[in-house]
């Protein structure tokens, strides 16, 4: 059961995540349209931190398919 307990926090985070990163690509999207270069850096900012919290949990289930 806990091997599913795992599975189960690890997709919830993985959720979690992308939908950070859709929400950073709405702020991109509407940084552009006010021409902000300070929200735009920031959002761009915020979109590479999310792909750094992102790439663990990918590459994790990665190696568990493999094994």
Do not use: H
């Amino acid at each position: 059961m806990g091997n599913d307990d795992t599975r189960r926090e690890r997709r919830f985070s993985l959720w979690g995540w992308i939908l950070f990163v859709v929400c950073a690509l709405f702020f991109i999207a509407s940084s552009l349209q006010s021409r902000d270069l300070l929200s735009l850096i920031g959002s761009i900012i915020f979109l590479a931190a999310c792909f750094v919290f992102l790439y663990p949990l990918v590459q994790k289930k990665d190696k568990d398919q493999g094994a």
